[in-house]
C-alpha cells in the first residue's frame, strides 16, 4: 500500500515553512505548463451547482485540446504550492500534542531525556543482589515512587513493571521465574543471568540523540514518542487554511429531494475530507447562484486556499470564472484531461492565495478534489508525498477516448476491482471504495497493471483521522 517516506536532514535546526517543504519527497512525474499558462475552460454539462450548457462542437473540441493531461495538472498544483510558500513565508507554530496529529514536524525532535531515565524493571517479579537465595524485604518497590534503598547481597525486593531498579541491583527475576518459603526466602526456578529484565538507563536514547527528522507526517506513534521524550508541544508546519463556497440555487440542506431541489451532497463530504488531507477548514458558505456574493467572499477570504463547488463550466450562472477574471486571478490549470470532472480549474488569487474550482457533480468533484487540492495541500502541509503504486484489474475498464478516467474500486488480495455506479454525479461507489483507479485514455483490460490513487480512510494511515 502507499509508503510515506521522509527525508531526513541530521544537521537541520528549527527551519521555517520553505526549508522543511524542501525536505519532503518531489513528485518525480512530468512537469505542467509553466506558471502564467492560461487555458480556456471545456463547456461541458454536469448539475448539482454546476449550470452548463452544450457549446457548439468546434467550441467543445477546442476547450478539450486547451485542457491541461491530468499528470501535468496534478504537477502544476504542487509547483504552485511551492511558490506559495516562498511568499507566505509562514512561521512554524508550537503545536500542543494533542492538536498535532496529521501536521508535519519542522525542526527534529530530538530527545530532552535518557530514555529511559533511570534503570526500570521490564517484569513483575523480584530484583534480587548477588547468588540466591535472597532474603526478601518486607516493602516492596513500586512505579512512580521515590529512588528505593539499595540492595545487599542475598537481598531481595518485590518490584513492579516500570518500577525503578534499586542500586546494586544483579537482575530481575520474573513472578512465575521463582517461589517463596515459608521463611520469606526466595528461590529461583531458572537460571539468573546478570542483567536479565532490567531497561538500562538510556537503552532507547540518550539525551540530545536525534528521534525524528524534519519533515516526520506526525502519527498516533509520533505523539507517543514524543510525550515519552518530554515534549508538551511539537515544532510544526502549520495547517493550510481553508474556505469552502458551495454554488448552487437549488441545493437543500435538510430532507428528501423535492420540486426540482436536490440535497447538496458536498457541503457534508469536503470538509473533514479537506482535513484529512491536512487542512484546517475555517469556513463552509453556501452562496446560491449569486455573481455579486461569490465576488465578494472570494475577494475578501484570506484562506491560503479558497474551493468553490459548481459554476466552473460557461452556463448562464457560472459565475467562477466571470469572477477570477474581475479580480485579475490568474488561470493556471483551466480544464483537465480527466473523467469525470473535466471542467475543474485552478487559480492564483494572490502569490500566497489560491482557487481551486470543482465541478458541481460529486463524484468530478471528487476527482478535482484529488487531481488539484490534494497535491496543493500536501506540499503546502509539507506532507509526504505517497510513493506510487500500481495492481492489476480484476475487470475491464472502458476508458474515454482521450482522457485519463478516475474510477472507483475496492482491494481484494493483489488486485483491484472496478466499482460501478461510477458516473459524474454518483457517490455509490466511491463510498464503498478503497481507491480511486487511474485509467488511462482508451480504457484497460483485465489485469492491466493501473495506478492507484488511496483514499484517506483506507489508508490506515494518518488520513483516517477527520477532526
Known sequence: MTSHGTRTDEEADDLDVEEALALVK??????????????????????HGDHSHHGAPHEQADSHHRATPWPEARATAERAARAAVRAARRAPLAAPLDAALGLTLASPLTAL?????????????WAVAGPGPWTVRDEGVLAGHAEPAPLTDGEAVRIATGARVPLDTTAVLRTEHGRT?????????????????????????????????????????????????????VTAVPRPRVDVLVLGDELLTEGRPHDGLIRDALGPMLPPWLRALGAEVRVVRRIGDDAEVLHRAV?????????TTGGTAAGPVDHVHPVLSRIGAELLVDGVKVRPGHPMLLARLKDDQHLVGLPGNPLAAVSGLLTLAEPLLR???????????????????????????LVPVVLRGDGAVPLHYN????????AAADALAVVPPGGARPGQEAELLDLPWATGGIGVCFT
Do not use: K, W
Request: include cysteine.
Open 423 to 430: 458516473g459524474p454525479a454518483m457517490l455509490r461507489g466511491i
Open 113 to 125: 531525556t535518557d530514555l529511559p531515565s533511570f534503570d526500570t524493571s521490564a517484569m513483575d517479579g
Open 299 to 307: 475577494a475578501t477570504s484570506d484562506a491560503d486556499l479558497v474551493i
Open 379 to 405: 506540499t503546502l502541509a509539507a506532507r509526504p508525498a505517497p510513493e506510487p503504486y500500481t495492481l492489476p484489474l480484476r475487470d475491464a475498464v472502458h476508458g474515454h477516448p482521450y482522457d485519463t478516467r
Open 26 to 47: 518531489e513528485n518525480s512525474g512530468p512537469s505542467g505548463p509553466p506558471h502564467g499558462h492560461h487555458d480556456h475552460a471545456a463547456t461541458h454539462a454536469t448539475h
Open 181 to 233: 518459603d515459608g521463611r520469606d526466602r526466595l528461590q529461583a526456578t531458572r537460571e539468573v543471568v546478570h542483567g536479565q529484565d532490567i531497561r538500562p538507563r538510556g537503552q532507547e536514547c540518550r539525551g540530545g540523540d536525534q528521534l525524528l527528522p524534519v519533515g516526520t507526517l506526525v502519527t498516533p506513534a509520533v505523539l507517543g514518542l514524543a510525550a515519552a521524550a518530554g515534549y508538551d508541544s
